[in-house]
């Protein structure tokens, strides 16, 4: 199931500075910096993702995509009182790890998730800053899958609408505050 971008997220627009050929030629990179240096706008950003969920009940674990996702997948877990899960880009754990390979817009990369940080049946929500082509958020949720956890939903700060990343997500619930 998706859901449509609310029409009243369109402040999140005026806290995201836009920058030209980053990282490279023909790119433009969403920098969320000065949304979170605004405290307010920040402040907004989090409960506005934890409202797009407040219907799903008993979340257990907000999982937070490295490394702007931590930032804004750690006071949803806070504010929904559950539990915090880091997916972390492979080579960062220190212990017994799930790994998946995956594709993102300028290359490839892997990710990894503890093997014991999501129990089976557990309610899980993802978080990130950007959709774009949907390979992280889908490498992320085949960890938790692998690992036996019941994705709830994914949700972000902004989507790339043009790189269609909702697509590779399926039938997963997808909540975004605003689209470019």
């Keep these: 199931m998706t859901a449509d971008v609310a ?4 402040w999140v627009r005026d806290h995201i500075r836009a920058i030209a050929d980053y990282p490279k030629q023909g790119v433009t990179f969403r920098d969320i910096t000065p949304l979170l240096g605004n405290p307010a706008a920040f402040g907004r950003a989090v409960d506005d993702l934890v409202t797009r969920f407040h219907d799903v009940p008993e979340i257990d674990r907000v999982v937070g995509i ?27 754990l220190p212990w017994a790890v799930a790994r998946e390979a995956y594709d993102l817009e ?12 999501i129990r089976p049946s557990e309610k899980i929500l993802i978080v990130d800053d950007v959709l774009a082509t949907g390979g992280t958020a889908e490498a992320t949720a085949k960890l938790v ?19 269609m990343g909702r697509t590779r997500l399926g039938e997963y619930r997808v909540e975004s505050l605003t689209t470019y």
């Design 145 to 163: 899958e692998t690992l036996g956890g019941i994705i709830v939903g994914v949700g972000f700060l902004l989507e790339l609408h043009d790189l």
């Design 66 to 92: 490295e490394a702007r996702g931590f930032i804004l997948a750690a006071p949803v877990a806070y504010r929904l009182r559950a539990g915090f899960v880091p997916i972390r880009k492979a080579g960062k």
């Design 7 to 10: 029409a009243d997220s369109s």
């Design 106 to 117: 300028y290359g490839t990369d892997k990710l990894e998730i503890h093997r014991d940080a």
